[in-house]
T-cell receptor
Framework: DADVTQTPRNRITKTGKRIMLECSQT?????MYWYRQDPGLGLRLIYY???????NKGEISDGYSVSRQAQAKFSLSLESAIPNQTALYFC?????????????FGPGTRLLVL | GEDVEQSLFLSVREGDSSVINCTYT??????LYWYKQEPGAGLQLLTY?????DMKQDQRLTVLLNKKDKHLSLRIADTQTGDSAIYFC??????????FGRGTSLIVHP
């Protein structure tokens, strides 16, 4: 079974709709992240959480919100989706105190906002 | 802010060596990484190098770090079609939250 899972894998929605992307992990990591990937722009950090009570904005948090329901679950919400939020979204985890702080990525959610 | 730059495309012939280059601006970078993204998948760590090293070799992969010039490279020897993917350079400082480059698409042709 995959260590980091994301649901849904693909989603089409309309402008103005609220949607939620979910991420679950079985790695037991405290740190979780949400990124978006756009062609030619690489990965940009949306939000990150170092533990259940710690939520931080990343580089591009406007228009997004997150919820850390448990150590294993980190959800990303688009309050009112707009077309330029069409992108590939990745959840990732990492383990603190490891020397190299490797990030473990989920398979991604492809979102299309019409 | 921190910036990580890499070229967007590289095309090589099967069996040749591939060299993917990356430059970064953060002089406090502690770790530098190479991640690989295969089609339809998330990123996977390929290798990393600590900032006090100048070279790391792992089978077909060689990472070179020039800290003075803030230049990182990834060499893949005997490149195979299965190496076709997007390769991301990333750097992390004290917070260990990486800053990623835009990714280099490696195309391997027969």
């Amino acid at each position: 079974d995959a260590d980091v899972t994301q649901t849904p894998r693909n989603r089409i929605t309309k402008t103005g709709k609220r949607i939620m992307l979910e991420c679950s992990q079985t790695k037991g990591h405290d740190r979780m992240y949400w990124y978006r990937q756009d062609p030619g722009l690489g990965l940009r950090l949306i939000y990150y959480s170092f533990d259940v009570k710690d939520i931080n904005k990343g580089e591009i948090s406007d228009g997004y919100s997150v919820s850390r329901q448990a150590q294993a679950k980190f959800s990303l919400s688009l309050e009112s989706a707009i077309p330029n939020q069409t992108a590939l979204y990745f959840c990732a985890t990492s383990e603190p105190d490891r020397p190299q702080e490797t990030q473990y990525f989920g398979p991604g959610t492809r979102l299309l906002v019409l | 802010g921190e910036d990580v730059e890499q070229s967007l495309f590289l095309s090589v012939r099967e069996g040749d060596s591939s060299v993917i280059n990356c430059t970064y601006t953060d002089s406090s970078s502690t770790y530098l990484y190479w991640y690989k993204q295969e089609p339809g998948a998330g990123l996977q760590l390929l290798t990393y190098i600590f900032s006090n090293m100048d070279m790391k070799q792992d089978q077909r992969l060689t990472v070179l770090l020039n800290k003075k010039d803030k230049h990182l490279s990834l060499r893949i020897a005997d490149t195979q079609t299965g190496d076709s993917a997007i390769y991301f350079c990333a750097e992390a400082g004290g917070s260990y939250i990486p800053t990623f480059g835009r990714g280099t698409s490696l195309i391997v042709h027969p």
